[in-house]
């Protein structure tokens, strides 16, 4: 927050006599008063403030489900059940949100264009703006979610130094949670999607509803099964896919939107499925060659990133012009060119 505060005070020493010079040169008679300003703002920023909070009132209440509610109730060991949530919270949960973190990001940077779209009457042009978002944001997703579950075990060893037990349950953990990476990373940007649509409760509204969904999924499975920390696993992947179906609908209603599915969804799961074979391949033989998965790990990332992206304009998912909108997407399109990926 400081950190924020002191990068918007710098912006404003900067742009200081440009901010005064168009004060000089506005006609307008009328100004808004302090009062008028604050109340704007309030109305605007509250929506994203409660969204953003419920969003992230999941964690809270898992939290307490796992190492408050169930110890009272089951009589279990207090020290047994913090080290087991340390290790979902610590590591499993740290290591799922790296990925959703670089989808999210690169596509929410398309989003303030759809606002200005919509404000300006474009609606195709904003539907097409949605689109190359969404498709955005599954091409990074989809292939993260399949590496971090055919790589779970030797990510997990790589980021974090745990005994044989730990480093068993982490990695179970992983790979319950990959697909939770694909709704998360899509039920974010359908929330952003939304705001700039001008549908700034929706949202609060759908976390909400997901919210009560995934605490009963949560108690349910924990206290009548034998799925322990699993639960919370398989009770955030419900609470990413309701947010997720619960935000497309809304989206869909609010655009006239309807999502294509082949070239956004489909091509990419399978360039996926491949490339998680290719890598679990190269990482077996890299192993065996190095013995050290620390090694091993990080070549095959590398050889996995490559034979997505050939295998995505092999399978045509993704066009010249998308592949453009990118970052450094000019390098990536004249590199494809050269090996005939893509024609000039």
């Not at 400081?2 to 020493?13: I, K």
């Not at 302090?34 to 969003?55: N, Q």
């Not at 080290?83 to 590591?91: D, I």
Request: proline share 3%; net charge positive; hydrophobic share 50%.
């Amino acid at each position: 927050m400081l950190v924020a505060l002191l990068f918007m005070l710098g912006v404003y020493q900067l742009n200081k006599g440009l901010i005064g010079r168009r004060i000089r040169l506005d006609r307008h008679e009328q100004t808004d008063s302090y009062g008028e300003i604050l109340k704007m703002i309030t109305r605007v920023v509250t929506p994203f403030i409660l969204s953003t909070a419920i969003y992230n009132l999941s964690s809270t209440v898992n939290t307490s489900i796992y190492t408050k509610l169930l110890p009272a109730v089951r009589d279990l060991g207090t020290m047994d059940i913090s080290s087991r949530w340390g290790v979902f919270a610590g590591q499993v949960l740290t290591i799922s949100e790296i990925p959703i973190a670089f989808a999210s990001a690169m596509a929410a940077a398309m989003i303030p264009t759809v606002s200005q779209l919509v404000a300006a009457r474009k609606m195709e042009e904003a539907k097409r703006k949605i689109n190359l978002a969404v498709k955005t944001t599954m091409l990074i997703s989809i292939p993260c979610a399949v590496g971090l579950f055919v790589l779970a075990r030797p990510v997990t060893g790589l980021l974090f130094k745990n005994t044989q037990e730990v480093e068993d349950l982490a990695t179970k953990l992983l790979m319950t949670m990959a697909v939770s990476v694909i709704f998360y990373a899509l039920s974010t940007l359908s929330n952003q999607i939304l705001q700039g649509l001008g549908r700034l409760n929706v949202p609060i509204v759908n976390a909400g509803i997901a919210l009560v969904i995934q605490t009963v999924v949560a108690v349910t499975l924990l206290f009548f099964t034998k799925l322990d920390l699993y639960s919370i696993a398989i009770a955030r992947t419900v609470y990413s896919a309701v947010i997720c179906i619960l935000n497309q609908r809304a989206v869909r209603k609010a655009a006239g939107y309807r999502q294509e599915i082949t070239h956004t969804f489909a091509v990419p799961l399978l360039a996926s499925f491949f490339m998680g074979c290719v890598v679990w391949g190269a990482y077996e033989l890299l192993l065996f060659l190095t013995k050290s998965p620390r090694i091993a790990v990080l070549p095959a990332i590398l050889i996995g990133a490559g034979v997505y992206f050939v295998l995505l304009l092999v399978f045509r998912g993704v066009t010249e012009e998308e592949l453009k909108s990118f970052t450094k997407g000019y390098l990536l399109a004249r590199a494809a060119k050269k090996c005939g990926l893509l024609k000039h």
